[in-house]
C-alpha cells in the first residue's frame, strides 16, 4: 500500500500547495534514486513538516552531445523509494508541462561561480540548472531546498542565485553518500563496467589523500599537489579538472592566511562516462 501522492501537472500540484500547513522541503532530482538522494529526501523529512520530491529530467541542462536520451529512468521504482522514506508528494512532469512555450526566453547569465570546470565544459549546464531550480522553487514555494554536496559547483551557483535574486528560501547542503568502495553514489555509475569502476575509483583516492595532507599540512599547495599526483598516476581514466576552490565562489585558492575550508575538486572520463566528485579540506596556515 503506497501512502505517496504522485502529479504530473501543475494544477493537481498546486491544489496539494494550497492545502499543506506547515514548513515544505524540496528535494529536486532527475530520477533514477540511489541512497544519496534518499539521503537528501531523510534529511527534509527530519526537519520539515512536508517533503516535496521532483522527479524531472531536465533537458536545458544537457549538452547536444551528451546523455539526455541514454540517461537512466524508472519513475515506479522512484516512487517505490521515495514512499519507503516517506516522501509525501513526487512531481513528475512532462518536458511540456515544465515548458509550455519551449526553451524559455528568459535565461540566466551566471557570472564567476559558472565560469570554470563543470561550466567550461558545459557551457549551457548551469543557466539550464538555474532555470529548473528557479522554476520549480516558484511552483512549489519551499521554506527549503535540500541539495547534495556532491554537486559542489552546483550548489554554490544555487546559492549564488537564492542570495542575488533574494529569493524566500533556505538552501540546506547534504553530504556526498559513497558506496563502500568509495565511489560517490551517482545515477551515471549505472554506465560503467566493472573494469571502468575500478578505474573511477581512483578519483575517491586521490581527494582522500588530499584530505589526509589537510589534516597533516594544512598547506592549500600541497593538498593540491598530492591530490594531482596521485590522479595524474592513475590509469584508465582521463582528467578534466583538478582543484582546489573556495565552495562558496568557486575561484582557485592559491594559499590561506589563517584557517579556511576548501573544495578539492575532480572531474574524470572513464570510457564514455564522465564522473564528478569533491571532498571539502580545512585548510589551516596558523
Ligand atoms: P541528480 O538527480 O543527479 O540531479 O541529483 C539530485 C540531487 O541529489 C542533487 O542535489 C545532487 O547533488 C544530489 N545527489 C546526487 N548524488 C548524491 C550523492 N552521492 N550524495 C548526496 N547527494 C547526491
Not at 164 to 174: E, G, K, R
Not at 217 to 245: N, W
Not at 254 to 260: A, H, K, Q, T
Request: aromatic content about 6%; charged content about 25%; overall charge negative.
Amino acid at each position: 500500500m503506497t501512502d505517496i501522492r504522485v502529479e504530473h501537472d501543475r494544477i493537481g500540484l498546486a491544489q496539494w500547495r494550497q492545502n499543506t500547513t506547515g514548513t515544505l522541503g524540496l528535494v529536486m532530482t532527475m530520477g533514477a534514486l540511489h541512497e544519496g538522494h534518499l539521503d537528501l529526501v531523510r534529511e527534509a523529512r527530519a526537519h520539515c513538516d512536508n517533503v516535496l520530491v521532483t522527479v524531472f529530467v531536465n533537458p536545458l541542462q544537457f549538452g547536444e552531445d551528451e546523455d539526455l536520451d541514454r540517461y537512466p529512468r524508472d519513475l515506479t521504482g522512484d516512487i517505490k523509494k521515495l514512499d519507503a522514506v516517506h516522501a509525501d508528494v513526487v512531481f513528475a512532469p512532462s518536458v511540456d508541462v515544465m515548458y509550455p512555450q519551449g526553451k524559455p526566453m528568459v535565461t540566466f547569465n551566471l557570472g564567476a561561480v559558472a565560469a570554470d570546470f563543470e561550466g567550461k565544459i558545459r557551457p549551457d549546464h548551469f543557466a539550464g540548472v538555474a532555470e529548473i531550480v528557479t522554476k520549480m522553487f516558484n511552483i512549489t514555494r519551499p521554506d527549503v531546498a535540500y541539495f547534495g554536496q556532491k554537486d559542489a559547483q552546483q550548489l554554490a551557483v544555487i546559492r549564488q542565485v537564492v542570495r542575488d535574486l533574494d529569493m524566500p528560501l533556505q538552501i540546506s547542503a547534504v553530504p556526498i553518500r559513497r558506496d563502500v568502495d568509495g565511489l560517490a553514489l551517482s545515477s551515471r555509475n549505472t554506465y560503467l563496467t566493472e573494469e571502468e569502476r575500478a578505474s573511477a575509483l581512483a578519483m575517491p583516492a586521490a581527494l582522500r589523500l588530499g584530505v589526509q595532507e589537510a589534516a597533516t599540512s594544512g598547506s592549500a599547495k600541497q593538498v593540491l599537489k598530492v591530490t594531482k599526483d596521485a590522479l595524474r598516476a592513475a590509469e584508465g581514466i582521463k582528467i578534466d579538472y583538478i582543484d582546489l576552490v573556495d565552495p562558496m565562489t568557486f575561484q582557485h585558492i592559491s594559499e590561506v592566511d589563517g584557517i579556511l575550508t576548501g573544495c578539492l575538486i575532480a572531474a574524470i572520463r572513464v570510457g564514455d562516462t564522465r564522473l564528478i566528485d569533491n571532498q571539502l579540506v580545512v585548510l589551516n596556515r596558523n
